[in-house]
């Protein structure tokens, strides 16, 4: 079997040894893939300027050796989403963004999802580098992340009975753990539920139906943003396991409430 | 190969350094065991005081063995000009030129939010700082071109912006001895943005 040809997207790189570089990719076919590109800091031929965070490649990958690390053959530059790293708030956003599929995309699965996680991806880079980023876009990106992760909340239906939770009317609560929301019968007391407003339940459902490009049309207030963050940033650390590092700057740069 | 301990020992840490595998840690370990003993103290006490006589130049944060350093210290360089990189080894290199007689400043890496390396790790700060006292009238940015030095770049400007003072960047484009056929589109566009006219 020959080195496979893939597009792919550059969502990290470690310098290895004297003159290689380990990168974590995102291919639509596989999904995330670690691959070695040996004396790629050396080799001005094989890899120039390609090796870099955001940059949307056509590589050449071995992955012959069952159990070894991936091998990086050679990689041309198709985008490289400029606009982001000349401001710092696209750079945070993009960089959370990356965090966000290195850590929770998965390493191989069905291509249906992969293809789709990889277009999520490359949209989502656009997006950023194309429009102007604020607080709003932040979160529908942390939102959409999520989804086209497979990690979809439920924003309108009882988790636990299936009935309309917003219908309803009267408290609504979201768990965590659960993955959705709770309506007010279903509730019990002392289970870390988190209470919310249903009308940022209805705007996140919205922002799940939206096109991308269009995510900039949905008004979301300074108290729904607020909310809507607090809700996301919970969901995704009970995900992930950890803290993202890259969730610091972005808070620095753009919090979901401007202070 | 069965060797004894010290031996063991000593290829053991040869290991740690970069670009130092087992047959090289052994190798070099067996030409110490074989040299006068001159050598191996020699080089026991330049490594002992490496870390000992090696201090931080108050003022652009280079690595030296007094401070300020000895740029700093320079009267022939113009103090109107200052260069910012990431590491000691950047300043080393453009240095090296000798194309550059302005003063230096290490920042401390570049902006990695994916490595938790955030405005705070870096010396933004005192870069504004050195900045306010009014001699510095031009900051060149030589971060590396990659993403995180570009947006490193971009934000130090930012945060300099309201000082009077010129910022700059250092040029993109094609490496000498390079080739045009093997360069990315992204460097050879930037080329072409930033080409000048032959004198």
């Known amino acids: 079997m020959r080195a496979q040809s893939s597009e792919a997207l550059v969502l ?42 955001f940059q949307h490649l056509r590589v050449l990958v071995d992955r012959r050796r069952r159990g070894a690390m991936a091998r990086l053959d050679g990689a041309t530059l198709l985008r490289n989403f400029d606009e982001i790293r000349i401001d710092p708030s696209r750079f945070a956003l993009g960089c959370f963004l990356l965090e966000l599929l290195d850590r929770l995309a998965p390493e191989g699965g069905a291509r249906a999802d992969t293809q789709r996680l990889f277009r999520f991806a490359l949209d989502s880079l656009a997006l950023v580098s194309e429009r102007p980023v604020d607080g709003a876009l932040r979160v529908l990106l942390e939102l959409r992340a999520l989804d086209a992760l497979g990690l979809r909340p439920e924003f309108s239906r009882c988790v636990r009975c299936a009935g309309d939770a917003l ?5 609504v609560s979201f768990h965590v753990a659960d993955g959705g929301v709770v309506c007010g019968p279903c509730a019990r007391e002392g289970e870390g539920l988190l209470a919310v407003h249903p009308g940022t339940l209805r705007a996140l459902e919205q922002g799940l139906r939206f096109e991308l490009h269009q995510l900039h049309r949905l008004a979301l207030g300074p108290e729904l943003l607020a909310e809507a963050r607090l809700l996301l940033g919970r969901f995704e650390r009970f995900h992930v396991g950890v803290e993202l590092r890259s969730r610091r700057f972005l808070e620095e740069r753009l919090p979901a409430v401007r202070v | ?25 052994t190798r070099l370990a067996f030409f110490l065991l074989g040299a006068p003993d001159a050598v191996g103290q020699e080089l026991g006490e330049a490594i002992a005081r490496l870390k000992r006589d090696i201090v931080l130049c108050a003022e652009c944060f280079d690595l030296t063995d007094a401070s300020p350093c000895a740029v700093c210290r320079d009267p022939k360089r113009d103090p109107s000009l200052l ?3 990431e590491e000691p080894a950047d300043l080393a290199a453009i240095d090296a030129t000798g194309k ?23 010396r933004i700060r005192e870069l504004e700082e050195r900045v306010r006292h ?9 971060t590396n071109p990659n993403a995180e030095g570009d947006a490193t770049a971009h934000y130090v400007s930012e945060r300099l912006r309201p000082q ?15 080739d045009l056929e093997y360069a990315d589109h ?6 072409l943005d930033h080409r000048r006219a032959i004198d």
């Open chain 2, 100 to 122: 550059f007689r302005g003063h230096f400043f290490v920042l401390g890496g570049a902006l990695s939010p994916i490595d938790g390396v955030g405005p705070e790790e870096l």
């Open chain 2, 186 to 191: 992204v460097t050879i566009g930037l080329s």
């Open chain 2, 1 to 25: 190969m069965r060797t004894a301990p010290p031996i063991d020992r000593l290829v053991a840490a040869l290991k740690r350094l970069p670009g130092i595998g087992d047959k090289s840690a």
């Open chain 2, 83 to 85: 260069c910012v990189v």
């Open chain 1, 12 to 53: 990290r790189g470690v310098d290895f040894g004297e003159s290689d570089r380990i990168l974590h990719l995102l291919l639509p076919d596989v999904g995330r893939l670690t691959a070695i590109a040996k004396g790629a800091r050396r080799s001005r031929k094989r890899f120039s300027g390609t090796l870099d965070l």
């Open chain 1, 167 to 171: 219908v309803r009317g009267g408290a």
């Open chain 2, 134 to 142: 009014g001699i510095v009238k031009e900051v060149i940015l030589a």
């Open chain 2, 164 to 178: 009077d003072v010129t910022l700059t960047r250092i040029a993109y484009g094609m490496p000498l001895g390079g």
